[in-house]
């Protein structure tokens, strides 16, 4: 199985920044696509950002576009994601998911299409 571990949340005031980092072991880590996911208490989980295996393409939902970006470094088994502009309705725990071999664009934000899941990391923002 691939264990994904998230690292990098804090609280942070509004208009700052926090990287989110994602390390992966037990598998081959190029091969699969990288997917970044939140949720808020009481609310539905929403897809974020998402980096293909590739590594060419990067996906983002409207409201993070912008201020969000994803990257990663394949010899280090790292996928990361930078934060800037924070807002309070940022906060959320962040979930990192594993999808392998993905590459059909419109599923890059379907939560289902992931096989595995950190177990999240916290990032508030106060104002």
């Known amino acids: 199985q691939v264990q994904l571990v998230e690292s990098g949340g804090g609280l942070v005031q509004a208009g700052g920044s926090l990287r989110l980092s994602c390390a992966a072991s037990g598998r081959t880590f190029s091969d699969y696509t990288m997917g970044w996911f939140r949720q808020a208490p009481g609310k539905e989980r929403e897809f974020v950002a998402a980096?293909?295996?590739?590594?060419?393409?990067?996906y983002y939902t409207d409201s993070v576009k912008g201020r969000f970006t994803t990257s990663r470094d394949n010899a280090k088994n790292t996928v990361y994601l930078q934060m800037n502009s924070l807002k309070p309705e940022d906060t959320a725990v962040y979930y990192c998911?594993?999808?392998?071999?993905?590459?059909?664009?419109?599923?890059?934000?379907?939560?289902?299409?992931?096989?595995?899941w950190g177990q999240g990391t916290q990032v508030t923002v106060s104002s």
């Open positions: 980096i293909s295996y590739i590594g060419r393409n990067t």
């Open positions: 998911a594993a999808s392998y071999l993905l590459t059909t664009t419109r599923h890059m934000g379907v939560y289902t299409k992931y096989d595995y």
